[in-house]
């Protein structure tokens, strides 16, 4: 059983059951509680595993960190810093939902678990003008739900789209302090979700695919070759300082991705902030552009939750209606398994 319990704690509403509401301060903030080792059941890799392997499509190298990173963290009794992945690629290719699946194996209810907690930016944070506080609510958030439950998990999507000053918010709660104001973050669990760096990691899977080489061959220095040659030949880098750097580096603005419509907004945030400056993040997880194979594993697995036997028709009718790119060769879904379920809805409407 991989599963964590924490505490029943009453902590009122959870922040994202209310879409734009401000964070409630809870009437009386929960008090630090020190952390008791061995609150949770000995955790094994097998359900998550398990589940990256049959659910996650055409990801090795997410499905290889996250495992490793995930596992060993929660293995580990004294984390000297909360784990942080941050996630990137391409549109509708896993992200959120190996979220949901880190989550679902870590607590029961997974997203809709007490102690999970989903941001998203345009959604929670839209106003700049608001920055000032948006921040005292997301920093009373983090530490009241902290204070209950030393392993929360807290989530930022479009962390590309997230204000600057709102992510140097959090970065106390991401460093190595035994305590912050009396609380210890060290068990707690941040995931950032990205398109930043799509392009490049993009442009690594279309270089294989292009000189006949497999897919699963792409190995993590191969995107991180791509998004940075020289901060990668640093040999005395230890893992999680040069993961730091190469976000550092692929976010170089003197080199900006080609189409920077699909990461509108990277300059507002992620870059400036000294989340990275301060190797603060520990695992890079890039997600590969997903191919019309990976498609028809989407579509099987939407028609098999319907509850309709396979028919394998449709699902070749249903992958060939996406689009995909380069418009020459087509080997990629520009919206990855995004869509493909509402286009399945016509073969069954009628
Ligand atoms: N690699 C994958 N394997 C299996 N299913 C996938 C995969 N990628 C996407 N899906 C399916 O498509 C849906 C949409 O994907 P998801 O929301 O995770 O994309 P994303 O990477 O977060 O995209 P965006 O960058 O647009 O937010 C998922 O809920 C899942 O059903
Ligand atoms: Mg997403």
Known sequence: MF??????????PVYHEELNAPIRRNKEEPKARPLRVGDTEKPEPEPLQKDLDNKLFGQHLAKKIILNAVFGFINNPKPKKPLTLSLHGWTGTGKNFVSKIIAENIYE?????????????????????????????????????????????FIFDEMDKMHAGL????????DYYDLVDGVSYQKAIFIFLSNAGA??????????????????????????????VSVFNNKNKT?????????????????????ASQNAGIIGGFWH??????????YFVPFLPLEYKHLKMCIRVEMQSRGYETNEDIVSRVAEEMTFFPKEERVFSDKGCKTVFTKLDYYYDD
Do not use: M
């Not at 992510?167 to 991401?174: E, G, M, N």
């Open 3 to 12: 599963r964590l319990t924490c505490p029943l704690v009453s902590l009122g």
């Open 109 to 153: 209810g997974g997203l809709n678990s007490d102690y999970v907690h989903l941001f998203v930016a345009t959604l929670h944070f839209p106003h700049a003008s608001n920055i000032t506080l948006y921040k005292d609510q997301l920093q009373l958030w983090i530490r009241g739900n902290v204070s209950a439950c030393a392993r929360s998990i």
């Open 167 to 174: 992510i140097d918010a959090i970065k106390p709660f991401l």
């Open 199 to 228: 392009e490049r990691i993009t442009d690594v899977a279309l270089d294989f695919w292009r000189s006949g080489k497999q897919r699963e061959d792409i190995k993590l220095k191969d995107i991180e070759h791509a998004l940075s």
């Open 239 to 259: 893992e999680s300082s040069y993961v730091a750097q190469a976000g550092l580096d692929f976010l170089d603005l003197s080199d900006p991705p080609a189409s």
């Open 273 to 282: 902030s000294s989340l990275i400056d301060r190797n603060l993040i520990d």
